[in-house]
């Protein structure tokens, strides 16, 4: 009986996991945020989807496992407060923002995270990986292509010159942190 209630446990456990993503702003200023879980393939997030964070404080966003969605930059004019779109290609004001797959069967239940700046570069960007994965970090527009998704690049491979999604990193951890510091050094 005592095994039943301890494998009973573990999937309860497993059911309920979660992942934090701690959203730190080291901007002189407050920075708007949309949490988006577009692409609408995993559990979805159900907690404030647009906060703003003052210059020098953090937001928690805690997601479900297998969550699969983006946080993004909301400038003002941006429209990026639908699911991160808006931006370059929609002739508004460009958004960065961050994508993530957590959980994902494809590569072993790890993490896939990733910095796009597809939709346009607004402010310089790092994730960092709680334990396990490699720290991203994008300064500017023209930061490198294994760094980031260049503004208005859909292919995934830099403009054709390079492999398929080398801005994607693959990480164990179960929590992350994103740091925002505007159009500096990390």
Known sequence: MFASFAIAAALFSIANATHT????????????????????EGPPYTGNTAPNIAAGKTFNVVVPNGWNGRICDRPPNSGCQNNCFGGIAFGEAPCSMTEWTFDSANIGGKTDYDISNI???????KIIPGVSGATVTCTSANCPCNE??????TSGTCGGTG??????????????TVVWVPFAKL
């Open 21 to 40: 993503i701690t959203l730190r702003n080291n901007c002189a200023f407050g920075v708007g945020m949309t949490v988006s879980n577009y692409p609408n």
């Open 119 to 125: 939709q346009g570069f607004s402010v310089a960007q």
């Open 148 to 153: 980031a998704y260049r503004p208005g690049d």
């Open 163 to 176: 492999p398929v999604d080398q801005a994607t990193r693959v990480g164990a951890s179960s929590d992350y």
